[in-house]
């Protein structure tokens, strides 16, 4: 009888069911307690997408730009892809010839493969090439020279006024200097 009581008594505080049995909360009301560690990692992973990819197409506009620093950024990759040319030829056991501006200002330049005869051309990217004097340059093996040595002048605008932000000098033996010009 006293156990009849009991349970009458924590049914009518509304702590258990009238059977004794333990009240069940709804499945929406438990369900949003807070968020699972896996539902804040999924959203912090798509917050970092979506930041590289803003990042990644901000800066290169950034780095696209035509300006003098801009300018020693190219000059700096013209020299990482002329480098990769030469191993590239040294690997093939074949010269080129690098077709240069050198009577006018050029937005490229290209390479003549002498065995395959294929070309392939250097954009300027908004920027402005001249090379005094050298209409073209051959590199030969087996030693790896280039015939003759040249400084690649880079301009931001497309004037013979213009003075140049940047220098790419190659040398006899096929070394590569960036520098940044002084205005």
């Known amino acids: 009888m006293f156990r009849n009581q009991c349970r009458d008594s924590i049914s009518a505080e509304g702590g258990a069911s009238p059977k004794g049995l333990p009240l069940r909360r709804p499945l929406l009301a438990r369900r949003f307690r807070g968020f699972s560690l896996l539902e804040v990692l999924v959203v912090l992973l798509l917050l970092g997408i979506i930041t590289a ?6 800066s290169s506009s950034w780095l696209l730009s ?27 056991g074949e010269g080129f010839r ?10 490229s330049f290209s390479i003549i493969w ?10 300027g990217g908004g920027y402005v090439f001249f090379v ?7 590199f030969a093996l087996p030693l790896g020279t280039f015939t ?25 033996f096929g ?8 205005p």
């Open 53 to 58: 990819f803003l990042g990644v197409l901000f």
């Open 66 to 92: 035509v300006s003098p620093a801009g300018a020693v950024r190219h000059g700096e990759n013209l020299g990482f892809w002329l480098e990769s040319k030469m191993l590239e030829a040294r690997l093939r």
């Open 98 to 107: 690098l077709v240069l501006p050198a009577s006018r200002l050029g937005e």
């Open 114 to 123: 002498k065995t395959r005869g294929l070309t392939e051309v250097w954009e």
């Open 132 to 138: 005094p004097g050298v209409p073209e340059s051959h």
């Open 148 to 172: 003759p040595a040249f400084t690649l002048y880079i301009r931001c605008e497309k004037k013979f006024s213009a003075s140049p932000a940047a220098t790419v000098t190659v040398s006899l």
């Open 175 to 182: 070394r590569l200097m960036v520098q940044k010009m002084n």
